[in-house]
């Protein structure tokens, strides 16, 4: 994921139009805990665009994780993040949904370094 460039748009990272259903984990406006599910509509190595009918205040902290099929463990598959920190940084309503911008608490290009580094730190010492 590349970053964009230009001194008007504040967006670090290149969004990709995917929309992948999420389940989203945090605190409601009582204090209790909730599972919602619901859609992303977008995602970029730094956030999220995610649709979804729940209200929450802005800087409200949460847990994203993508659901994923079962997969033999035989299989020898990259590891991939599936569960995600964020922060809600921006709220609109569109057609009675609530459209949330995530900012993850660690960006995913930057994991994706962190694992070579460390498969390289790895073989190194092998």
């Known amino acids: 994921m590349a970053r964009k460039r230009g001194p008007s748009d504040k967006r670090q990272w290149q969004r990709i139009p995917l929309a992948i259903p999420v389940f989203i984990r945090g605190?409601?406006?009582?204090?209790?805990?909730?599972?919602?599910?619901?859609?992303?509509?977008?995602?970029?190595?730094g956030g999220a665009l995610v649709a979804t009918r729940r209200q929450l205040p802005r800087s409200s902290r949460l847990s994203?994780?993508?659901?994923?099929?079962?997969v033999p463990r035989a299989m020898s598959l990259p590891k991939a993040a599936r569960k995600l920190r964020a922060t809600l940084v921006r709220v609109n309503m569109e057609q009675g949904f609530q459209l949330w911008g995530l900012k993850f608490a660690n960006n995913?290009?930057?994991?994706?370094?962190?694992?070579?580094?460390?498969?390289?730190?790895?073989?190194?010492?092998?």
Do not use: C, H, M, W
């Not at 605190?27 to 190595?45: K, M, P, R, W, Y």
């Not at 994203?64 to 079962?70: D, N």
């Open 108 to 126: 995913l290009a930057a994991k994706g370094r962190r694992a070579r580094r460390s498969k390289k730190n790895a073989l190194s010492y092998a």
């Open 64 to 70: 994203l994780e993508i659901p994923v099929a079962p």
């Open 27 to 45: 605190v409601d406006l009582q204090g209790n805990e909730f599972l919602e599910f619901a859609t992303a509509l977008n995602i970029s190595a």
